[in-house]
C-alpha cells in the first residue's frame, strides 16, 4: 500500500477522501492550503498526491508545477480534483505534469480506482495483450538518439536525461514499441492511462504536446495521424 496525501480546503471533502483511500489499505495524510502541502511533501514525500485546484493562496495548479519542477518530487504522481465542466483547468493541470483528473462531484469508487490506476502506472510496464501493443517490448529501445530504458524507467536523448511523467514516459515507451503503429486515443488511454478514465481527446493532445516539447528535436518522431490518433516515425 501506498502513502498519499490529500490536499483540499473542503473539509467534509478532505475526510471522504481520507477515508476511502484508508480503507484500501494506504496511509493518508491530508492537508487544506497549498503552502501545507508543500511544506508536508518537503518532509516526507508521498507516492500519490490527490490535489484539488481550487485552494486558497498557493494554487492548486502551482504546486503542481512546483513539485514537477523540482528532482525530489517530480516522480510524485498526482491526480487532480477539478470543478465540473472546468476543461481549460484539466488542460492547464495536464500541462504543468499532472498525470490524470477527477471532476467534482465524484463516485468515491471511481476515485478509489483511479489513484490505483496511477499506482500500478508507476510500477508496471503498459499491457502487451492490449489490441495494437507490442507483443514483446523490449528493455532498452533506441531509435537515433532518443533512448528509453524501461528498467530505468528513464529518457535520454543525446545522452541527457529528459525528465518525463509517469504518463508521458508510458506514452512514449508505448508508441516507440511499435514503430509505424497507428495507435488511436482511445487505445492510448485504454492502455497507458487504465479503466475508470474519462479523459477526452483533448486531454490526451495536451499529454502528447508536453511530451515532444521535452523531446526536443526528437519529438518530431512522434507524428499525428489526422483523425485517428498517432504514431512512432523511426525516419
Not at 6 to 18: G, S
Not at 38 to 61: C, E, F, H, R, Y
Request: aromatic letters at 4%; proline letters at 5%; charged letters at 25%.
Amino acid at each position: 500500500m501506498a502513502h498519499i496525501l490529500v490536499v483540499d480546503d473542503e473539509q467534509d471533502l478532505l475526510e471522504l477522501v481520507r477515508y476511502n483511500l484508508a480503507q484500501e489499505g494506504h496511509r493518508v495524510d491530508t492537508a487544506n492550503s497549498g503552502e501545507a502541502a508543500l511544506t508536508q511533501v518537503a518532509k516526507q514525500p508521498p507516492a500519490l498526491v490527490v490535489l484539488d485546484l481550487m485552494l486558497p493562496g498557493i494554487s492548486g495548479l502551482e504546486v503542481c508545477r512546483a513539485l514537477k519542477k523540482s528532482p525530489d518530487t517530480r516522480t510524485i504522481a498526482i491526480l487532480m480534483l477539478t470543478a465540473r465542466g472546468e476543461d481549460q483547468d484539466v488542460v492547464r493541470g495536464l500541462e504543468r505534469g499532472a498525470d490524470d483528473y477527477v471532476t467534482k462531484p465524484f463516485v468515491p469508487a471511481v476515485l478509489v480506482a483511479r489513484v490505483a490506476a496511477l499506482l500500478r502506472r508507476q510500477t508496471t510496464p503498459p499491457d502487451p495483450s492490449a489490441e495494437g501493443a507490442s507483443t514483446d517490448i523490449p528493455a532498452l529501445l533506441k531509435c537515433g538518439t532518443l533512448t528509453i530504458d524501461s528498467g530505468r524507467h528513464q529518457v535520454q536523448v543525446a545522452g541527457a536525461e529528459v525528465h518525463l511523467t509517469p504518463t508521458e514516459f508510458r506514452i512514449v515507451q508505448l508508441l516507440a514499441s511499435r514503430p509505424s503503429w497507428v495507435f488511436s486515443r482511445r487505445q492510448i488511454v485504454d492502455q497507458v492511462m487504465g479503466e475508470y478514465h474519462a479523459v477526452t481527446e483533448r486531454s490526451v493532445d495536451v499529454q502528447v504536446a508536453g511530451l515532444r516539447r521535452k523531446l526536443g528535436g526528437e519529438g518530431c518522431r512522434i507524428e499525428t495521424v489526422r483523425g485517428v490518433g498517432y504514431r512512432f516515425s523511426e525516419s
